[in-house]
């Protein structure tokens, strides 16, 4: 069966509002994770945000490589001075790459999918998706990285992508 969550685009107002921290890890909680899971695999993404499903609670699943992470109320305690620079693409930003520069490894706390304290040290990869789907739980995309030739380069796919959003919330006249 696919997966009943919706995938929100550039446009809708749900990816620049700030996401809730969740108290706890309930029922309802581990139910909402295991559809993301499934959700980002179907998407085909290497990473999926609440807000990204229209959820404004502070959760987020990825898999870089190794099978899904789940991590609820991120924090990034400490990041290294040295940046990398690597490609970024979103699932809400289809069909647009950025080069974005970031520390290449991070102290992270947060809450794993049953609800346990976890702090660890990131890199490669993983601090990166970290970093971008920590970045959707505080209203923050990748175009807000770009510069502004590159913004002005996707600026067509921008503005289709607005439209897009604001159809789907359009009732029938
Ligand atoms: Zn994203």
Partial sequence: MPTALKLRYYGDPVLRQCASPV???GPSERF???EMIRAMYEFEGAGLAAPQVGVERQIFVADAGDGPFVVINPEIVEASTEQAVMEEGCLSLPKIRINIKRPSVIRV???DGNGRRV???LSGLLARIFQHESDHLFARLLIDYATDAEREKFQPQLARLEALSRDMWKTPA
């Fill in 23 to 25: 108290d706890s890890v």
């Fill in 32 to 34: 909402f994770i295991q």
């Fill in 109 to 111: 706390r947060y809450l």
């Fill in 119 to 121: 702090e660890r040290v």
